[in-house]
Antibody
Framework: EVQLLESGGGLVEPGGSLRLSCAVS????????VTWVRQAPGKGLQWVSI????????YSADFVKGRFTVSRDNSKTTVYLQMSSLRDEDTAVYYC???????????WGQGTLVTVSS | QSVLTQPPSVSGAPGQRVTISCTGG?????????VHWYQQLPGTAPKLLIY???NRPSGVPDRFSGSKSGTSASLAITGLQAEDEADYYC??????????FGGGTKLTVL
């Protein structure tokens, strides 16, 4: 059974940094892609970033370029989302999800809440 | 403002058929990128409903179907049931190599 477990969310002040972790189990870690999607309170889904787990290629949404970085640690089957220069509008539930490289997202984690506030 | 445009809400009575549209442009759906659909029940993570425009993952009832034409796609739900009440999102990719979602459609079963 595929499982994705996010952690690392919490309260951070504007301008601060936070690292989210996504522990992946139950799949061939070196295949497919891991995508980060966020959802602000009461709002819709917003695509954040995608990482090719095998090749390491990665792409991010314009609104996080230069601020968020996605990476992987194969030995720990974990994907990270390093977030810096956080803004109020980054407040959201962040989902880690497994999917096909530039295809569908077929397994989702339960999400972790990031709150940016002073 | 989402890149893909969906109606904010649709509604239907039990047993009826409803459709949800998803309109993009020449840099995303019209460029040939596939469209995927997700269902999100209140307080839960999204669930894949349709992938690659028309395909249903195992376990998704055949009451759900998808189509794509030009720069748009649609999700159809037949035999509407109370448990279908949820938010629905379309998703694709853009030639800028970014993922894009629709703004979401809230389905109300009357």
């Amino acid at each position: 059974e595929v499982q994705l477990l996010e952690s690392g969310g919490g309260l951070v002040e504007p301008g601060g940094s936070l690292r989210l972790s996504c522990a992946v189990s139950g799949l061939t870690f070196n295949s497919d892609a891991v995508t980060w999607v966020r959802q602000a309170p009461g709002k819709g889904l917003q695509w954040v970033s995608i990482l090719s787990v095998s090749g390491g290629a990665r792409y991010s949404a314009d609104f996080v370029k230069g601020r968020f970085t996605v990476s992987r640690d194969n030995s720990k089957t974990t994907v990270y989302l390093q977030m810096s220069s956080l803004r109020d509008e980054d407040t959201a539930v962040y989902y880690c999800a497994k999917g096909v490289w530039f295809g569908q997202i077929d397994y989702w984690g339960q999400g972790t809440l990031v709150t940016v506030s002073s | 403002q989402s890149v893909l445009t969906q109606p904010p809400s649709v509604s239907g009575a039990p047993g009826q058929r409803v459709t949800i549209s998803c309109t993009g442009g020449s840099s995303n759906i019209g460029a040939g990128y596939n469209v995927h659909w997700y269902q999100q029940l209140p307080g839960t993570a999204p669930k894949l409903l349709i992938y690659d425009n028309t395909n249903r993952p195992s376990g998704v009832p055949d009451r759900f179907s998808g189509s794509k034409s030009g720069t748009s796609a649609s999700l159809a739900i037949t035999g509407l049931q109370a448990e279908d009440e949820a938010d629905y999102y379309c998703q694709s990719y853009d030639s800028s190599l970014q993922g894009v979602f629709g703004g979401g459609t809230k389905l109300t079963v009357l």
